[in-house]
Each structure stands twice: as C-alpha cells, then as structure tokens.
C-alpha cells in the first residue's frame, strides 16, 4: 500500500482523489461501458436466490444503471453506496426508489442493518489490496448467514498503481484469478459460479480488459 492510502487524513485525501476523479467522468462512465451482460447476468442469478422485498446493497452503485435498477424493479429494498456526489447523483434520478448513500465501504457498519445480498460490481479496483481485505470482511458482517455476493475485478496483477481512466488520474487494484478467489474465500465466502469476459470499452480512453464475475455465498459462520 502507498503512503497515500494510510490512515488519518493521507486516507482522506486519497479516497477524495478517487472520488473526484469519478466525479469528472459522472455519466460517460455509461457512455464507454454500454454493454454490461456480465454484470447483468450475475445480478439476475442473485435475484433468482432472494425472496421477494429482500435488502440488497449496491457498493460502489455509480450510476445505479443497471444494477440498482435491476434489483428495484425486482421489488428489492436497494441502498447504494459511493464516494463520488455526481454518481449518487445519478443514481437517484436513475432509481428514484433506492436509497443512496455517500459513503466508502472501508467504512461500512451495522449501522445500515444486515442485508440478504450484497453487489460489488469493479468498485474495489479503486482500493489497495490491503484495504480490500478489509472491505470483504465488513461486506461479510452486514451480510445475512448464507446471503449471497456477486463481485467482480479486472483480472490484471497491479496493487494500488496510478492509472488514467477516461481521462481522469486513478489508482487501481487488480487480481489474477486464483488469487482473487483464494482473498474472497479467505474473507468467508464460497465461490458458486466463477464467469469471465473478454471486454472491449466503447472508447480510447479505456484499454480493453478481461473480466472476472464471481458469485458467492456467505459461509454459516
């Protein structure tokens, strides 16, 4: 981890980086990533194993297109979590029924109660690899015995590095495969279905990239 993403207020200007950065990209984020199937189909297995009304919450929601719609049109509770004001919101005009928050998963808690699924779809590609340990285990804690996960990464082998995104200076995490099914059982999950894509981004400014989907279930304990 870089000294930027410490703790105290190196922490603070680190997530404002990134979420300034989001800020700027607000609705192109949707113009380059047009065709979300991967995303999609992962969200429809979740829907498949939830009761009808149940909680589900969106890290990193952005836009809320088209996950939090998915899962409010499935008659859903929906909150959504982010870092960047201009993605919310979006997100609010997008999905007037959800909740939306302001808020990093690093410092999610029981304040929000538990949840029967939880959607982490590329928003931990912004975190450390340290930082993403954490945020699995907290993503664990508000999920309910036996709730299920869907998350997905870019595979690629990069801890914390600068990167531009659609122009704007990130820094971004990745994982090869394995590894990153080995972080995500370690923080208490089981691996069902594990997916990949090739995927090409509808704009220069966003090379193209392999795309890992796994869906988990939260382990009885």
């Given at each position: 981890?870089?000294?930027?993403?410490?703790?105290?207020?190196?922490?603070?200007?680190?997530?404002?980086?990134q979420a300034e950065a989001f800020n700027r990209i607000g609705s192109r984020y949707d113009d380059a990533?047009?065709?979300?199937?991967?995303?999609?189909?992962?969200?429809?297995?979740?829907?498949?194993?939830?009761?009808?009304?149940?909680?589900?919450?969106?890290?990193?929601?952005?836009?809320?297109?088209?996950?939090?719609?998915?899962?409010?049109?499935?008659?859903?509770?929906?909150?959504?979590?982010?870092?960047?004001?201009?993605?919310?919101?979006?997100?609010?005009?997008?999905?007037?029924?959800?909740?939306?928050?302001?808020?990093?998963?690093?410092?999610?808690?029981?304040?929000?109660?538990?949840?029967?699924?939880?959607?982490?779809?590329?928003?931990?590609?912004?975190?450390?690899?340290?930082?993403?340990?954490?945020?699995?285990?907290?993503?664990?804690?508000?999920?309910?015995?036996?709730?299920?996960?869907?998350?997905?990464?870019?595979?690629?082998?990069?801890?914390?590095?600068?990167?531009?995104?659609?122009?704007?200076?990130?820094?971004?995490?990745?994982?090869?495969?394995?590894?990153?099914?080995?972080?995500?059982?370690?923080?208490?999950?089981?691996?069902?279905?594990?997916?990949?894509?090739?995927?090409?981004?509808?704009?220069?400014?966003?090379?193209?990239?392999?795309?890992?989907?796994?869906?988990?279930?939260?382990?009885?304990?």
């Amino acid at each position: 981890m870089t000294t930027e993403s410490g703790s105290g207020s190196s922490r603070e200007e680190y997530r404002a980086l990134q979420a300034e950065a989001f800020n700027r990209i607000g609705s192109r984020y949707d113009d380059a990533f047009p065709h979300k199937e991967g995303q999609i189909a992962a969200g429809e297995w979740l829907i498949k194993q939830l009761q009808p009304g149940a909680r589900v919450l969106d890290v990193g929601c952005g836009t809320g297109s088209p996950t939090a719609q998915q899962f409010a049109e499935a008659g859903c509770e929906v909150v959504g979590l982010d870092i960047s004001p201009v993605m919310l919101d979006l997100a609010r005009k997008n999905v007037p029924e959800g909740t939306f928050l302001l808020r990093d998963v690093t410092d999610l808690d029981d304040s929000l109660g538990r949840f029967d699924a939880v959607v982490a779809f590329f928003v931990l590609l912004m975190l450390p690899r340290a930082e993403i340990v954490t945020a699995l285990k907290k993503i664990h804690d508000v999920l309910n015995p036996g709730g299920v996960l869907a998350l997905s990464m870019v595979e690629i082998d990069l801890d914390d590095v600068p990167f531009q995104f659609l122009g704007a200076p990130v820094r971004v995490t990745g994982y090869l495969r394995d590894e990153l099914r080995q972080v995500i059982e370690e923080a208490g999950f089981t691996v069902v279905l594990e997916t990949d894509i090739s995927y090409a981004p509808a704009t220069t400014q966003a090379p193209p990239e392999i795309q890992l989907f796994l869906n988990c279930r939260r382990n009885q304990f």
